[in-house]
């Protein structure tokens, strides 16, 4: 009996049975990379009301700035800055010698005006002096009257009394000093009125406020505590030399000690105005003047892309967007630091760790 030969299988058939063992696949499909999660917030339609920040300081409301009535030579000045006064206490004197002389010369005047008079009278009397002369006489009498009245009128007015109880704010002269009529020498305040605080704001600034807007006020001397305000007052020019306008902040003490001269940090609040766009300010990438970026969440709602904007108001929270987004939009406040163009992002459910790096 002839043994069985066994013939071998190709090597084509061989790898063929090997390639169907090991199931026949092609190449394995990479994984989608991971989100970015990250909060958002939506782009809403509300009233912004920006704040306005000034510096200023604190003065009583009832300011007189004392002058003398005539011009001359103080002779006496008791006033120095940050003393009380009294209503009617004497503060300056001029030197009488020029303006008494000027008193004496009135009174002289007048008496010799007095003295024709009646002797024209006389004269007239016995049919010796004409009407004429007796209505002259008595034209002349009168104005020595009136000259005398207006000399002793100017000379009360050399003296300067405190006009209330109050406190010397500044002086502005010294004793030997020649004053003008009318300069300032001593400015009292009295704080009868209340205080106020006055602040000096650029033209775009004070658009914005109105009388009876709100502020809050805080004094370094109590640290911590804010005082309420109300714009008592607005200036209807500019200053010349600084182009800047000057509001007066009435302030309420609250049973603090105020005292002249207390420098006032000052938030105003400016009346709300008309609806506008709004977002969060944590949603701007970068900004630079009226330009910003913020990342807006795609329609199929898994990718976010980088999207220019115009923004002009801000306030703390809020930014006011004038270009670039539609209301209900939703953009990146959290996560969005780190984020590209175009990446797939997933909105977190809790808040994220602030500072840290979200995403693989």
């Not at 058939?13 to 394995?28: H, M, N, Y």
């Not at 911590?224 to 010349?240: E, K, T």
């Amino acid at each position: 009996m002839k043994p069985r030969l066994t013939h071998p299988l190709p090597a084509i058939t061989l790898l063929a049975i090997l390639l169907a063992a090991c199931g026949g696949a092609g190449p394995s499909t990479p994984a989608a990379p991971p989100s970015r999660p990250v909060r958002v917030a939506p782009v809403a339609l509300d009233a912004l009301a920006d704040g306005v920040q000034a510096v200023g300081v604190l003065s009583p409301k009832n300011e007189a700035r004392l002058s003398f009535k005539v011009g001359g030579v103080i002779d006496v000045l008791r006033a120095e800055e940050g003393a009380q006064v009294r209503a009617g206490q004497q503060l300056a004197v001029l030197k009488q010698a020029e303006i008494g002389a000027a008193v004496e010369q009135a009174r002289q005047g007048a008496a010799k005006a007095a003295r024709d008079l009646a002797r024209v009278k006389a004269l007239q009397a016995d049919g010796v002096a004409t009407m004429e002369q007796l209505e002259d006489a008595g034209t002349a009498a009168a104005v020595g009257a009136a000259a005398l009245q207006a000399a002793e009128f100017n000379a009360r007015y050399t003296r300067i009394l405190a006009p209330a109880d109050g406190i010397v704010l500044r002086k502005l002269a010294e004793v030997g000093e020649l004053v003008q009529p009318g300069q300032p020498v001593v400015v009292v305040g009295s704080a009868d009125r209340g205080w106020i605080v006055r602040v000096a704001l650029a033209d775009r600034d004070v658009v914005r406020v109105h009388v009876g807007d709100a502020a809050r006020v805080s004094f370094d001397a109590w640290p911590g505590r804010a005082f309420a305000g109300r714009v008592a007052n607005l200036s209807s020019s500019a200053d010349p030399a600084t182009g800047t306008f000057t509001v007066e902040i009435a302030v309420s003490a609250d049973g603090a000690a105020f005292v002249q001269g207390l420098v006032a940090k000052v938030a105003l609040s400016p009346a709300v105005g008309a609806a506008t766009k709004v977002i969060p300010v944590q949603a701007l990438v970068e900004a630079s003047g009226g330009e910003a970026s913020v990342f807006v969440l795609g329609a199929d709602g898994r990718t976010a892309r980088r999207v220019t904007i115009h923004i002009g108001r801000m306030s703390d929270t809020r930014v006011e967007v004038l270009d670039g987004l539609q209301v209900g939009a939703l953009v990146v406040v959290d996560g969005g630091a780190f984020l590209q163009d175009g990446e797939a992002v997933r909105i977190a459910t809790a808040a994220l760790p602030a500072g840290t790096r979200t995403g693989s």
